[in-house]
């Protein structure tokens, strides 16, 4: 990882929260919390993918337990299950998987059930069957973009090492070619 990369981040990262800062004031102290830790996640994608994607999480249990709304800092879970796929090791790069899939149906129960019942309100539906759907709605939403941002990751990782191995097949019959 060169400095470079690294000031990037930092600098993506700090202007991700200074976009995000005007509704994060909005909504007190949880809110702000919240984009730190997800401003955060993004300033160390890429140095520390598992670090990242736990302070993710823990940006995310902080908004769930503060009964908070979706905001714009959420956007930044995408940067971090990318990076999860695009730079994490064997075992962090599926744990970014799976924590789409885990994350996802978390997301749909806090927004269909829990954060309606906090907010006196009747979970989003009148009834039983408007319920599913909206949940499985929200379910297969949240999946999608949430999966698309890893494989997305995924992606560019399976390019980047097509290129690399390219680049190394290409040096060693450089070097027999001189060899002979």
Request: with cysteine; proline share 3%.
């Amino acid at each position: 990882m060169t400095r470079g990369r690294i000031t990037t981040d930092i600098v993506l990262a700090v202007v991700f929260a200074l976009v995000c800062l005007p509704f994060a004031w909005l909504g007190g102290a949880p809110d702000f919390a919240a984009l730190v830790l997800f401003s955060a996640a993004l300033a160390v994608r890429r140095l520390s993918p598992a670090w990242s994607l736990g302070i993710a999480w823990a940006a995310a249990v902080l908004q769930m337990v503060t009964l908070r709304d979706l905001q714009l800092y959420d956007v930044a879970v995408l940067g971090v299950l990318y990076s999860t796929a695009a730079h994490g090791g064997r075992l962090v790069k599926w744990l970014g998987l799976v924590s789409a899939g885990v994350g996802a149906l978390i997301a749909t129960g806090y927004l269909a059930v829990v954060k309606p019942l906090f907010d006196q309100a009747a979970p989003i539906g009148d009834n039983a069957w408007s319920l599913l759907f909206t949940a499985g709605f929200l379910f297969v939403a949240s999946i999608a973009v949430l999966v698309l941002a890893w494989t997305t990751g995924l992606l560019v990782r399976s390019v980047r090492d097509t290129r690399e191995v390219r680049r190394r097949e290409e040096a060693a019959n450089r070097e027999r070619e001189l060899v002979a």
